[in-house]
């Protein structure tokens, strides 16, 4: 049993650094055109494809917590797509728009949706009082930005959360890279700075049409 423990963690240490590689060379080039504004779209879907086939070729989806924190990375991949998308010229300028909603508008709707997926997983159903206070509060702003209600201040409040607890919890640099955990906290890091990206996408632009906050504008 001692041998197929270690067999185990040899082929776990070996997939994700095989799976590191290949991530670094495949989404180089899309996060250089991302950086560099050229064609964000395209660079957006060539992502979008990277998340899937990595999805699939390491089993992801029968892994609910790397599920979520991969669903997560496409929320924030979303809202950067619906950034990258013009808005539509209206006759009226300065005039909202009383119609349907624009596609860019549930674009903003899926990744406020999807990035929530992330702070799931740091729920701990522990009886302490911290843990429960932890969850009440977690789970209060991430159905806040879900619904889009006082959306920056919460998404922002998520970002100093979520930066702290990766800053505490994920210090790869504390670890030996001779070690497997280094290559593990490293690849968690460095994904969680991604959704971090996203929630401050939200801060920056706002939850878009599809929300509580738009929708108090017309009241």
């Not at 979303?78 to 119609?99: D, N, Q, T, Y």
Request: aromatic share 10%.
């Amino acid at each position: 049993m001692e041998g197929l423990s270690h067999s185990e963690e040899h082929i776990s240490e070996r997939r994700l650094q095989v799976q590191s590689q290949v991530q670094s060379k495949d989404a180089n080039g899309g996060c250089v055109l991302i950086l560099s504004r050229n064609f964000v779209q395209y660079a957006c879907f060539a992502l979008f494809g990277i998340l899937a086939l990595q999805t699939i070729a390491y089993s992801i989806l029968w892994d609910l917590k790397f599920l979520m924190r991969n669903l997560a990375l496409g929320g924030g991949l979303l809202l950067l797509l619906a950034e990258s998308r013009g808005e539509g010229k209206s006759m009226f300028a300065g005039v909202p728009s009383m119609g349907e909603h624009s596609p860019k508008q549930y674009m903003q709707l899926g990744g406020r949706v999807l990035l929530v997926l992330m702070f799931m997983t740091l729920l701990h159903f522990d009886p302490s009082l911290i843990s429960i206070l932890q969850n009440l509060v977690g789970t209060a702003l991430i159905v806040l930005v879900a619904i889009g209600f006082k959306t920056k201040l919460a998404a922002l409040t998520l970002v100093l959360w979520l930066f702290a607890v990766n800053v505490y919890f994920n210090a790869f640099w504390t670890v030996p890279t001779y070690k497997p955990m280094h290559d593990f906290l490293k690849y968690d890091f460095f994904q969680t700075m991604s959704v971090i990206g996203g929630l401050l996408l939200i801060v920056a632009l706002g939850p878009g049409g599809v929300s509580m906050d738009e929708k108090k504008k017309l009241w």
